[in-house]
C-alpha cells in the first residue's frame, strides 16, 4: 500500500516540475497527504501568478487580465480588420435630446439577445449560450452600429458592407455595465446607449440621429478593453481602480462625454470617489463642448458632484458662461467667426439704423453660419488653451487637479482629436505623468 502511495505522490510531484524543482518524496506513509496538499499549493500559485503577468505561461492558462472582458469580445484590432466582426440585429428604443439645443441625442438600443435555458434531471435552467451584455464589462468599450443596407444613405452605402465588413466609425456605449446589465436582466435583449449628434458632418450618424422609435439596425459585438493605454493594453481603468491611483476625466464633444458618462456613472468609480470625503477629490473630470446649450447630461452632473467627482466645463464659445465652475474661451471674432455680445449689439446697431434689408439679411444668415460652423468644429488652440488654463492654472496648482502627485494619477482621454491629444499628452508628460498612465477610450484609437 505504501509503494501506490508513492507512485501516486511522484505522479503529482512530477506534474508541478514545469514551473519549479520538486521537493525530495517523503519515506514514510503518513506524511504523503500533507506532501500532496502542499504540491497542489504550489502549482496553483505558480499558475495563478503567470497569468497575473499578462505574459507568457502556457496555452492552457487563461491570462489573468482576459478574465475581465466578457466572452464574445472583439479586443484585437487584427481581427476586426479581418472581417472577425459579428453583426447582430438591433432595434432603437428611444431617441432622446440630451442637450438643451436637441443636437445631441441618445439612442437607447435593444440588441436581439436569446438565449434557450436547458433544463433536466441535473441541470437547472442553465443557458446554453452567453448573452450578449455579458461581454460589456469595462467603461469605454464600444460598438459598430449601421443602417440595413437598404437603408443606408448613398455617400455611406459605397463599398456596399457585408455581412463581416468591419464597421466605419466606431460608438462608445454610454450607459454604464452595470447599468446595462440592469436593464437587461429581466428581458430578452441586451439594452444599452449610444450618443449621436445632429449636424456633425457625417451623413450615416446624421441619419441615426433621426431615426424613431422601431427602426431596425445592426450592431457588433463589444470592441476593445475599455479605457488602457496606448502603450500596454492591460494597463486599463481596473487597473487603475485597484492601485488606488486618482483619475482625471478629460471629453471633447458628444464622441468625450458618451465614454465618459459610462465611466462617471460605473459603481467601482463612484466608490473610488466616495473614498476621499477631504478636498482635493480623488476624481476630476473636464468637458471640452461648445456651450452651455450644447453640453450633454447636464442633469446627472449633480449626481456626480454629491458623489464627490468634481465636474468642469469648458466652453469654447466666449459667450457661454452659464455657469460658475466653468472656464470659457476669450476670443473676438476673426479668430473664430463667434462674435462676442458687445460686437454682436453694434452689429445689431448698424443694421437697424440703415442699409438694404436684402445684405442685412444676407450678413446675419452668413454670421449665423460662421458661428455655427464655429461652434460645430473648435479651434483646437482653443481647446488646448482652455485645457491649460483647467490643469495648470488652477487654484492650488496642477496637484489640486489629479488630487495627489502627478505619478500616480491616471488621465481618461475621450473624444479629443489626435492632434490634440498628442499635444495634451506632451505637456502632461512634462509634468511628470507617465505615458502609460495615460488611458484612451477605443472608439478614438482601436
Not at 502549482?43 to 492552457?60: E, I, L
Not at 481602480?241 to 476625466?249: H, I, P, S, T, Y
Not at 502627478?406 to 498628442?422: D, K, N, Y
Request: net charge neutral; with cysteine; hydrophobic share 35%.
Amino acid at each position: 500500500m505504501s509503494s501506490m502511495a508513492l507512485g501516486a505522490c511522484s505522479k503529482l510531484t512530477i506534474g508541478c516540475t514545469n514551473r519549479r524543482v520538486a521537493s525530495p518524496l517523503p519515506a514514510i506513509g503518513p506524511s504523503l497527504l500533507p506532501c500532496r496538499t502542499i504540491h497542489s499549493r504550489r502549482c496553483d500559485t505558480a499558475a495563478a501568478s503567470s497569468r497575473g503577468n499578462g505574459r507568457g505561461g502556457s496555452p492552457g492558462d487563461m491570462d489573468f487580465h482576459e478574465t475581465k472582458l466578457g466572452p464574445n469580445v472583439l479586443a484585437s484590432v487584427k481581427d476586426l480588420r479581418d472581417g472577425g466582426v459579428k453583426w447582430g440585429a438591433a432595434t432603437v428604443v428611444r431617441n432622446d435630446a440630451q442637450s438643451l439645443d436637441g443636437r445631441v441625442r441618445v439612442l437607447h438600443l435593444s440588441v436581439a439577445d436569446h438565449v434557450d435555458m436547458l433544463y433536466g434531471r441535473r441541470v437547472k435552467g442553465v443557458p446554453d449560450a452567453t448573452r450578449w451584455i455579458e461581454s460589456y464589462t469595462i467603461p469605454g468599450q464600444c460598438v459598430g452600429v449601421r443602417l440595413p443596407p437598404r437603408q443606408q444613405p448613398p455617400a455611406a452605402a459605397s463599398p456596399p458592407s457585408s455581412a463581416a465588413s468591419p464597421p466605419r466609425r466606431l460608438y462608445s456605449i454610454a450607459s454604464s455595465p452595470y447599468a446595462s446589465r440592469r436593464d437587461s436582466a429581466y428581458v430578452d435583449a441586451s439594452l444599452i446607449e449610444i450618443v449621436v449628434e445632429r449636424g456633425s458632418g457625417d451623413p450615416e450618424e446624421a441619419q441615426l440621429a433621426e431615426l424613431g422609435p422601431g427602426t431596425q439596425l445592426e450592431v457588433t459585438q463589444v470592441i476593445g478593453r475599455g479605457f488602457c493605454s496606448l502603450l500596454d493594453s492591460y494597463n486599463g481603468v481596473t487597473h487603475a481602480l485597484e492601485e488606488g491611483r486618482n483619475l482625471v476625466l478629460i471629453g471633447c464633444g458628444s464622441r468625450g462625454i458618451s465614454a465618459l458618462r459610462s465611466a462617471l456613472s460605473w459603481q467601482p468609480l463612484l466608490a473610488h470617489a466616495a473614498s476621499r470625503s477631504a478636498h482635493p477629490p480623488a476624481v476630476s473630470a473636464l468637458y471640452l463642448a461648445a456651450c452651455a446649450g450644447r453640453a450633454a447630461f447636464v442633469a446627472e452632473w449633480d449626481g456626480w458632484r454629491e458623489a464627490g467627482i468634481l465636474i468642469r466645463p469648458l466652453y469654447t464659445n466666449p459667450g457661454a458662461g452659464l455657469d460658475d465652475t466653468a472656464v470659457v474661451g476669450e476670443g473676438s471674432s476673426s479668430s473664430n467667426g463667434v462674435m462676442s455680445p458687445p460686437q454682436q449689439q453694434g452689429q445689431q446697431q448698424a443694421s437697424v439704423g440703415g442699409g438694404d434689408n436684402n445684405n442685412n439679411d444676407d450678413s446675419s444668415s452668413g454670421r449665423s453660419t460662421a458661428a455655427a460652423a464655429a461652434v460645430a468644429d473648435p479651434d483646437l488652440e482653443r481647446c488646448l488653451d482652455l485645457l491649460q488654463q483647467a490643469l495648470f492654472l488652477h487654484e492650488g496648482g496642477f496637484e489640486a487637479v489629479c488630487g495627489g502627485p502627478a505619478s500616480r494619477t491616471c488621465f481618461l482621454l475621450a473624444g479629443l482629436p489626435r492632434e490634440l491629444a498628442s499635444a495634451l499628452g506632451k505637456l502632461l508628460s512634462a509634468r511628470g505623468v507617465p505615458y502609460e498612465h495615460m488611458l484612451f477610450a477605443q472608439a478614438d484609437f482601436f
